[in-house]
């Protein structure tokens, strides 16, 4: 099969590739611009693994075609905090030990940056819901809800 050329912005650059035009967005952060953060669980759009953000709203990136991603801006876990700094999120997800293997972390952080964001309720429930696009397997939710309140209070 034939290549694309897509630029793709991504945490502030732009990646000039060739790509499957049947590529999608969570394989090419992986394989093509070597951002591994982003995880395939699924690659079926039921688990959350893959969660990025493009233009400020988080989606599932494998089933997003990367080649329809020209001139978005993507941000992935990598691109989340500062230099040498955890982003606020992150630094609740340590405190409140929301995980246990890790596979599922940054989906999850990814989905609850751009969760607080959103209009959602208060309650413990009303967290639950909104990240209810994010699986973890090891079973972490009270500490991964304990963290999202931490940053939304
Ligand atoms: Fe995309 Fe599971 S890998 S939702």
Known sequence: PGTVSVTLRVNGESHA?????RATLLD???ETIHLTGT???????????CT????????????????????????TIEGLGGPGKLHPMQDAFVEHDG???GYCTSGQIMSAVAMVKEPWGKTDGDVR???SGNICRC???????????????
């Open 129 to 131: 819901e909104a990240m």
């Open 28 to 30: 090419t952060l992986r």
């Open 99 to 101: 995980f246990q293997c």
């Open 52 to 75: 990025v953000h493009v233009n400020g709203r988080r989606i599932n990136s494998c089933l997003a075609l990367a080649a329809m991603q020209q001139n978005a801006e993507i941000t």
């Open 17 to 21: 590739i060739q790509i499957d035009p």
């Open 139 to 153: 079973g972490a939710y009270p500490n991964i809800v304990a963290a999202v309140q931490a940053v939304r209070r």
């Open 39 to 49: 995880k395939k669980g699924c690659d079926h759009g039921q688990c959350g693994a």
